[in-house]
T-cell receptor, first 113, second 116 residues
């Protein structure tokens, strides 16, 4: 079964700082990759996804992620965070054609105004 | 608006009682899922169903049961056999990946279950 690793569970940074959250997975075949975000008091929602094609994908609210197949990584980035980016971020992976998502443990991000 | 409705939002039960969590979707999705979310643990898959009258165990199915009699509904029963049932439970749905390739899952607002 695939597994997903997210490091630095708690991240605290100031507004306008850059954010990068690491995601590594273990699965040798073709995968689909997702980043989900959970804002305080809200439901989990899709931030961005990678299925195929350009390994640099852009999502909502200025987020982007880069799929590096050789490193089994799908890191999330935002050049300049805002207070409203305070949330928990989850990386998820599934083998192609199988929707059994494996989630990482999440990154709790707090942006200080 | 289309979406996933989980009810109730908060649920309290005495130890030893079975409890059923509701999940309804009007997105016309074939596949539905149940996850458990614990602090610092991420989401773990309990059960999933890709079509009516069919469901499969996820990674932590012990102590849980489900049914899928209707496309719109996928209730989860937390039985007395579940050793540590207090958690946040999330339901999700998606287009059947076997028909359309992988599709993002849409999530409900969750049910927070507390065992007294």
């Amino acid at each position: 079964a695939q597994s997903v690793s997210q490091h630095n569970h708690h991240v605290i940074l100031s507004e306008a700082a850059s954010l990068e959250l690491g995601c590594n997975y273990s699965y040798g075949g073709t995968v689909n990759l997702f980043w989900y975000v959970q804002y305080p008091g809200q439901h989990l929602q899709l931030l961005l996804k990678y299925f195929s094609g350009d390994p640099l994908v852009k999502g909502i609210k200025g987020f982007e992620a880069e799929f590096i197949k050789s490193k089994f990584s799908f890191n999330l980035r935002k050049p300049s965070v805002q207070w409203s980016d305070t949330a928990e971020y989850f990386c998820a992976v599934t083998p192609y054609g199988n929707n059994r998502l494996a989630f990482g443990k999440g990154n709790q991000v707090v942006v200080i105004p | 608006d289309g979406g996933i409705t989980q009810s109730p939002k908060y649920l309290f039960r005495k130890e030893g009682q079975n409890v059923t969590l509701s999940c309804e979707q009007n997105l016309n999705h074939d596949a539905m899922y149940w996850y458990r979310q614990d602090p610092g643990q991420g989401l773990r898959l309990i059960y999933y169903s890709q079509i009516v009258n069919d469901f499969q165990k996820g990674d932590i199915a012990e102590g849980y049961s489900v049914s899928r009699e209707k496309k719109e509904s996928f209730p989860l029963t937390v039985t007395s056999a579940q050793k540590n049932p207090t958690a946040f439970y999330l339901c999700a749905s998606s287009i059947d990946p076997r028909a359309a390739g992988n599709q993002p899952q849409h999530f409900g607002d969750g049910t927070r279950l507390s065992i007294l």
